[in-house]
């Protein structure tokens, strides 16, 4: 079946380390996301990428990085520079102009 | 730019009654509009989405939702609700016109809690 896998699901970390949370579709989608969820907070647009080998800036991109080597991944790096990491992190994607994304399943990162 | 309010954190509704949850946005420009739903520890899952066309709009799970273009609303009803639509309810917004693809802004959630 075709769909977007996030791992890993649940992720702990000291202060201080980087993270990298991966995100791969089979869904051969052009364009993918990635997005941060707070308690209360909805959702907000961390980076995204609309073509292999390049990436936009989204509202909350500072302390983060992301890779589009390939069409399938899209990886997103947190770095220690992020000043509150602890998170759901959400990967979407999608084939439509209309904004209409597709999720995956989350990754949950907590700092210690 | 555009944004989205939800103007309830919370609904709290017994099994089988009604449910209206509000959105209201705010865009400079014509909009599409989607409502979204997650459940703990999940990613989130389309309702419904209003494109073009009649203003009337039927997801699944008995969701249905009315674009209001006069009070920039996309309000979210059922006539019954149950158990299982104890969840949290997203509204989103992306802008009509952009070359390439859109992004979503989202509202800050609606917790529906269903009791029996």
């Known amino acids: 079946d075709g769909g977007i896998t996030q791992s890993p699901k649940y992720l702990f970390r000291k202060e201080g380390q980087n993270v990298t949370l991966s995100c791969e579709q089979n869904?051969?989608?052009?364009?993918m996301y990635w997005y941060r969820q707070d308690p209360g907070q909805g959702l907000r647009l961390i980076y995204y990428s609309q073509i292999v080998n390049d990436f936009q800036k989204g509202d909350i991109a500072e302390g983060y990085s992301v890779s589009r080597e390939k069409k399938e991944s899209f990886p997103l790096t947190v770095t220690s520079a992020q000043k509150n990491p602890t998170a759901f992190y959400l990967c979407?994607?999608?084939?439509?102009?209309?904004?209409?994304?597709?999720f995956g399943e989350g990754s949950r990162l907590t700092v210690l | 730019a555009q944004s989205v309010t939800q103007l309830d954190s919370q609904v709290p509704v017994f099994e089988e009654a009604p449910v209206e949850l509000r959105c209201n946005y705010s865009s400079s420009v014509s909009v599409y509009l989607f409502w979204y739903v997650q459940y703990p520890n999940q990613g989130l899952q389309l309702l419904l989405k209003y494109l073009s066309g009649s203003t009337l709009v039927k997801g699944i799970n008995g969701f249905e939702a009315e674009f209001n273009k006069s009070q920039t609303s996309f309000h979210l009803r059922k006539p019954s609700v149950h158990i299982s639509d104890t969840a949290e309810y997203f509204c989103a917004v992306s802008d009509i016109g952009n070359s390439g693809y859109s992004t979503l802004t989202f509202g800050k959630g609606t917790m529906l809690l269903v009791s029996p």
């Open positions: 869904l051969n989608h052009d364009a």
């Open positions: 979407a994607s999608t084939i439509s102009n209309t904004g209409e994304l597709f």
